[in-house]
């Protein structure tokens, strides 16, 4: 019998909600200080995860912020005093380890999004912050979603968590929500 998209949904939000039930309240607030304090921010993803980055990063811009993502043209270099931040739900990345390294070789620090805390971006990242939550990496066997597929857990805690981010942050630097609404484009 097919669900309706009421109760898929319902059961779709419980999921992500349920990732938050163990976050670690004080690697949400390293994590804060970090973009509170770097002078630049890069963001980097793959796949969904980085279109979740990329949607963090234009809050960061409308913060004020001198936030960019990863790849753009007009996306500067990144060196001490900066911050580069990358997604990594399943652990790891050839490409996240690849820029870790660039920036770590600059003298940036790494802050890392995972549902893995113990995998290879970890190892490597300054600051860790998990996301328990599906991803590719976990989606079969016995405790994979029954409403979410593939990373989708993940990619649906990362927005969720981003925009509890971009709160925390806000009242930290004591940015109006006005302030944001200025600085979205009139090109649309």
């Known amino acids: 019998m097919t669900k309706s998209v009421g109760e898929l949904a319902s059961r779709a939000c419980a999921e992500i909600a349920a990732t938050f039930g163990s976050i670690d ?5 390293v994590l804060v200080e ?12 793959v796949g ?3 279109l979740m980055m990329r949607a963090l990063t234009m809050r960061l811009f409308h913060m004020g ?5 990863v790849g ?22 050839s490409t996240i380890m690849a820029l870790i390294g660039v920036a770590r070789d600059a003298g940036a620090r790494v802050a890392l999004v995972t549902a893995q805390p113990e995998g290879g971006a ?31 857990a993940f990619e649906g805690a990362q927005y969720v968590f981003f925009e509890v981010l971009v709160l925390l942050l806000r ?3 004591g940015i109006a929500a006005e302030a944001m609404r200025a600085r979205h484009t009139n090109l649309e």
């Open 171 to 173: 009242e930290r630097l």
């Open 25 to 29: 309240e004080s690697a949400v607030s």
């Open 48 to 50: 969904r995860e980085g």
């Open 122 to 152: 970890a190892k490597a990242a300054d600051v860790v912050m998990c996301l328990p939550a599906q991803t590719m990496a976990s989606d079969s066997g016995p405790r994979a979603s029954a409403v979410l597929s593939m990373g989708s």
């Open 72 to 93: 753009d043209m007009t996306t500067p270099a990144i060196g001490p005093g900066d911050l580069l931040v990358v997604s990594a739900g399943p652990g790891e990345f």
């Open 34 to 45: 970090e973009l509170a304090a770097a002078r630049r921010i890069a963001l980097h993803g």
């Open 65 to 69: 912020l001198d936030a960019h993502p």
